[in-house]
């Protein structure tokens, strides 16, 4: 086979439904859900004119063209971008097989943004899954679901080691999953010690992710508050916080700890007021967090979207790290009235919402 080859593949974009903050604990778990806006990346044969290195064109920035040094794109000290880091990390696994350095030229298009505003969807993550099934299957490997989520993460982790992973597997796999969080720096140091196909092989310890059945009875709503917020800058300001390591945040990992568990034991059982309970109490979690804490994880948008999901019998919160971006609601399947009430009352607060629904495909193609 002639290779590099044409490959084209997606990620979907994906919803925190409970346990943000927490997750990033190795060992601790969190509800997540895939959605039907994709990142898509085009790998194929670089032209003439990238050779020796790649291309990477989107449809948010100016084509970027990189040469490999060393297995690197990237200048000394610089901090990769997500798909320069998917990229390298692919390289590294190919370098091990004995294999050269792809010359690509790479295209790049999203659903999770609107004229460069992005909705807070998971675009890092779902592109970097993308990036790394796009550039691996270009040029001859064969990736499983595992082997495509870890690879990312190893990808992710060099970027940023704090980020929880939960984004990249919910691109990865799809669909509602219970995700429970590995110890990113240890998978790190693996790869760098051993080898990145020894981190592939190597069992990661707490790391699990599991197929969750959709809720019973209930519609998944999300809606958009119009100001973009950044995760890893919420997640940094967690950590530089006393904060960790007090009775108060053990506290806080235990009661999430619970609310997940008991997600997944009404997803699992179709108990939809069950699970309704939960996402309230997560609701109220995340306020005595950000009470304690003062993140700034509730705007008052955000707050209007939970009121009014809460006050049709129904229940909300902001999925993910919160200050802004996306919020969800689970409302009753059957009573339209309820959502349209919901929309009404989301308009007037200034949040738009978003035409989404769960994705359920597995590795996308």
Same mark, same amino acid.
């Given at each position: 086979? &002639?290779w590099p ?11 925190f ?6 997750v ?12 039907d806006?994709? @990142?898509? /990346? ?7 004119a990238?050779?020796s290195g790649v291309v ?9 063209r990189? &040469?490999w040094?060393?297995g690197?794109? *990237?200048e000394?000290?610089?901090?990769p ?7 390298? *990390? ?10 050269p350095?792809?010359? #690509?030229d790479?295209s ?5 943004h609107?004229?460069?505003t992005?909705?807070? %969807?998971?675009s890092? =993550?779902? /592109? *970097? ?10 040029? !001859? ?12 993460l190893?990808a992710?982790?060099r @970027?940023?080691?704090?980020g929880? =992973? ?6 990865t796999?799809? !669909?509602w @999953?219970?995700?429970?969080?590995p110890?990113?720096?240890?998978a ?6 051993r080898?990145?196909e020894a981190?592939?092989r190597?069992?990661?310890?707490h790391?699990?992710?599991?197929? %969750?059945? +959709?809720p019973?009875? $209930? ?6 508050? !119009?100001?973009p ?5 919420l ?5 530089r916080r ?7 945040h053990r506290?806080f ?10 997600? @997944?034991?009404?997803?699992?059982t ?5 699970l309704?309970?939960q ?7 995340l ?11 509730f705007?008052?948008? #955000? ?5 009014a ?5 129904g229940?909300g919160k902001?999925s993910?790290a919160?200050? =802004?971006?996306? =919020?969800?609601a $689970?409302?009753?399947?059957l009573a339209p009235?309820? #959502? ?9 607060? !200034?949040? $738009?919402a978003? +035409?989404v629904a ?8």
């Open positions: 086979m &002639t080859r044409t490959a084209v593949r997606r990620a979907p974009g994906k919803l439904v409970a346990g943000e903050y927490a990033v604990d190795p060992g601790n778990t969190a509800v997540l859900v895939a959605v806006r994709y @990142i898509t /990346v085009t790998a194929r044969a670089a032209s003439p990238s050779a990477v064109s989107s449809d948010l920035a100016a084509p970027l990189r &040469t040094h060393d690197r794109l *990237t000394d000290g610089e901090t971008s997500p798909v320069l880091s998917a990229i390298e *990390t692919v390289g590294a696994l190919l370098a091990e097989h004995g294999l350095l792809p010359a #690509l790479l790049i298009t999203s659903t999770l609107t004229g460069g992005k909705y807070g %969807l998971g890092s =993550g779902a /592109v *970097t899954v993308a990036t790394v099934n796009a550039v691996a299957t270009a040029c !001859g490997l064969e990736l499983s679901e595992q082997d495509l989520f870890r690879l990312s190893l992710s982790a @970027i940023d080691v704090k929880s =992973g939960g984004d990249l597997a919910a691109s796999f799809g !669909g @999953i219970a995700y429970r969080c110890d990113r720096a240890a790190l140091d693996l790869a760098r010690t080898g990145v981190a592939l190597t069992p990661w310890p790391l699990a992710v599991r197929r %969750l059945p +959709p019973a009875g $209930l519609r998944l709503e999300v809606g958009w508050t !119009g100001r917020a950044s995760t890893p800058a997640v940094a300001g967690l950590h006393s904060w960790r390591g007090s009775a108060s506290a990992v235990r009661t999430s700890a619970h609310i997940v568990q008991a997600c @997944i034991d009404a997803l699992e179709g108990d939809g007021p069950g309704l309970h996402i309230r109490r997560a609701r109220t979690e306020e005595r967090l950000d009470g304690e804490v003062g993140l700034g994880i705007t008052p948008a #955000l707050r209007a979207l939970c009121d999901a809460d006050d049709q019998g229940a902001p993910g919160g200050g =802004g971006d996306c =919020g969800i $689970l409302l009753d399947a009235h309820d #959502l349209a009430h919901v929309r009404k009352r989301w308009a007037a607060a !200034g949040v $738009l978003l +035409p769960p994705a359920l495909e597995g590795i996308p193609t």
